[in-house]
């Protein structure tokens, strides 16, 4: 079955506490991307990357880092977590100019 | 600066009828446009989409309708079952951005049985 996969699903952690949350696709997709999604505001980019060892920000990267070791995977990081960045998290995929299939997202709270 | 919004954020409809959710786009230079769907703790998923050459285009009981002159953005479902009910989301990629989306805010569709 075709999916994008994230882990973990739910994480509640501490300020300053690093942490990582993974991403995985299965469709042998170019283009990965993650998203964060805060009421009011819609889902805003935070880092994408067309493909292996290419990576960019998005609209509000302060805060995260990303990896693109392998095509499947685009871990995002959390060095130093904060309360601001208590969110709902999503991953997606594509071809390139397709739309972008979605995981089901990781709730994060920083305490 | 760039955004995609809805005029509604709430709307209810009866089952079996039809339901309109409207968008508006900011940027003139976009060519790419998605409807999401997101149900309660999912990810969006897609609906349907439409490019800038187009104006319509059609569905399984879904209708995306594009009016580049105004920037305005259209989901048509027909005869709205409760399965669809959930939040819908319109997301345009401009042109020189990279696979970017922009997204609105969403429309929560409520079906009435």
């Known amino acids: 079955e075709a999916q994008v996969t994230q882990n973990p699903r739910y994480l509640i952690t501490v300020t300053g506490k690093k942490l990582t949350v993974t991403c995985s696709q299965n469709?042998?997709?170019?283009?990965m991307s993650w998203y964060r999604q805060d009421p009011g505001l819609g889902l805003r980019q935070i880092y994408y990357?067309?493909?292996?060892?290419?990576?960019d920000k998005g609209d509000v990267p302060e805060g995260y880092k990303v990896s693109r070791k392998e095509k499947r995977n685009f871990p995002l990081i959390l060095e130093s977590p904060s309360p601001n960045q208590t969110s709902l998290y999503f991953c997606a995929s594509s071809f390139t100019d397709q739309p972008q299939h979605f995981g089901d997202g990781t709730r994060l709270s920083i305490l | 600066g760039e955004s995609v919004g809805l005029h509604l954020p709430t709307l209810s409809v009866q089952e079996g009828d039809n339901s309109i959710i409207n968008c508006a786009y900011s940027?003139?230079?976009?060519?790419?446009f998605i409807w999401y769907k997101q149900e309660s703790g999912k990810g969006p998923q897609f609906i349907i989409d439409i490019r800038s050459n187009m104006d319509k285009r059609q569905g399984q009981r879904v209708t995306v309708l594009l009016n580049k002159t105004v920037k305005h953005l259209s989901l048509q479902i027909a005869a709205t079952q409760p399965g669809d009910s959930a939040v819908y989301f319109c997301a345009e990629n401009p042109k020189d951005s990279s696979y970017k989306l922009i997204f609105g805010s969403g429309t929560r569709l409520l079906v009435r049985p």
């Open positions: 940027n003139s230079a976009s060519d790419y």
């Open positions: 990357s067309m493909n292996v060892e290419v990576t």
């Open positions: 469709m042998n997709h170019e283009y």
